[in-house]
């Protein structure tokens, strides 16, 4: 049968992207951001909505089988409490009316482990009438990568299913990803931050020890010091990541393109779902549906 699945706040697409994977096809995305929707249009084929889905009437969209929500993870997110801003959002709700008017055989949603903490979103999402739910969390991206991204993963069906936890076949190493040839500007806050004038320390992973990366931060494009990767040819012996390698952080291809410049790239990166975790996904709606 035909699987038509709707992406929802879907960014640059990673989500999508694992999905095909998975062995999905995408029917439509929704984003509001222009860069995001520039990119998604680089690299895939199906239709691509830009707008804001607070205002979006359900009974004007396609039909569909399958809806994904990736709606927004930093209001929910522990890094939040350093601005005082972990205070959840309403965006859960415009997802939550778009399931409940549409009523898809199958429905999930992507977000940190944060969001436990917000009883009125998780009861929206876990406990709509006539759907069978189950949560999976965490659910880590290092099982695949070398990036500890932890997540929250619901799966809501229309009948019981057998969902099966997510599995590495091989997880890949640090060093597989690391460019041989990078070409790294360092602007001179890493330097500062290196010899300790900020009040933390960078985050150093070393390929030769085998070590797993931090979390793919959206803001890593502000502030490229604080996730820094072991490199001998450089100044203390640390630079930032390239593009490709925070890309690849996240499992993307080298072939996928970015619109914009490179500090819109690292954005989009850490914004994004990893993509063994979209592909995991995607498999088991496919088992789903037989």
């Given at each position: 049968m035909?699987?038509r699945?709707?992406?929802?706040?879907?960014?640059?697409?990673?989500?999508?992207?694992g999905?095909?994977?998975?062995g999905?096809?995408?029917q439509?995305?929704?984003?509001i951001?222009?860069?995001c929707v520039?990119?998604?249009r680089?690299?895939?084929?199906?239709?691509?909505?830009?707008?804001?889905l607070?205002l979006?009437l359900?009974?004007q969209?396609?039909?569909c089988?399958?809806m994904?929500?990736?709606y927004?993870c930093?209001?929910?997110?522990t890094?939040a409490?350093?601005?005082?801003?972990r205070?959840g959002?309403?965006?859960?709700?415009h997802?939550?009316?778009?399931?409940?008017?549409q009523?898809?055989?199958?429905?999930?949603?992507?977000?940190?482990?944060?969001m436990r903490?917000?009883?009125?979103v998780?009861e929206?999402?876990?406990?709509?009438?006539?759907?069978y739910?189950?949560v999976?969390?965490?659910v880590r991206?290092?099982?695949?990568?070398p990036q500890?991204?932890?997540?929250?993963?619901i799966l809501?069906?229309?009948?019981?299913?057998?969902?099966?936890?997510p599995?590495a076949r091989?997880?890949?190493?640090l060093?597989?990803?690391i460019?041989?040839d990078?070409?790294v500007?360092i602007p001179p806050y890493v330097?500062?931050?290196?010899l300790?004038?900020?009040r933390?320390r960078?985050?150093?992973?070393?390929?030769?020890r085998?070590?797993?990366a931090?979390t793919?931060?959206?803001h890593?494009?502000?502030?490229?010091?604080t996730?820094?990767?072991?490199d001998r040819?450089?100044?203390h012996?640390a630079?930032?990541?390239?593009?490709?390698?925070?890309?690849?952080?996240q499992?993307l291809p080298d072939?996928f393109?970015?619109a914009?410049?490179?500090?819109?790239?690292?954005?989009q990166?850490?914004?994004?779902?990893?993509?063994?975790v979209?592909e995991?996904?995607?498999?088991?709606v496919?088992?789903?549906?037989?």
């Open positions: 035909s699987i699945v709707d992406s929802y706040f879907s960014g640059a697409g990673l989500m999508d992207l999905l095909k994977r998975g999905l096809e995408l439509q995305s929704f984003e951001d222009s860069r520039a990119t998604h680089l690299n895939f084929d199906h239709e691509i909505t830009a707008c804001d607070r979006k359900v009974q969209e396609k039909r089988e399958v994904v929500a990736t927004p930093d209001r929910y997110s890094a409490d350093l601005h005082g801003t205070t959002d309403d965006l859960f709700l997802f939550f009316r778009h399931v409940a008017i009523r898809p055989e199958l429905y999930v949603v992507e977000n940190v482990p944060g903490r917000f009883p009125v998780m929206a999402m876990t406990k709509l009438p006539d759907y739910v189950n999976f969390c965490p991206s290092e099982l695949w990568l500890r991204r932890n997540r929250l993963i809501g069906s229309r009948r019981p299913f057998a969902w099966r936890e599995r091989q997880r890949v190493r060093r597989d990803i460019e041989r990078a070409q500007h330097r500062a931050r290196l300790g004038k900020y933390d960078p985050i150093i992973s070393d390929p030769a085998d070590d797993i931090p793919c931060v959206a890593y494009y502000r502030d490229v010091s996730r820094l990767v072991a040819r450089y100044p012996g630079r930032p990541y390239t593009v490709r390698e925070y890309a690849r952080l499992g072939s393109r970015f914009g410049p490179d500090s819109e790239a690292f954005r990166i850490g914004l994004g779902v990893s993509i063994p979209g995991w996904i995607g498999r088991e496919r088992r789903y549906f037989g």
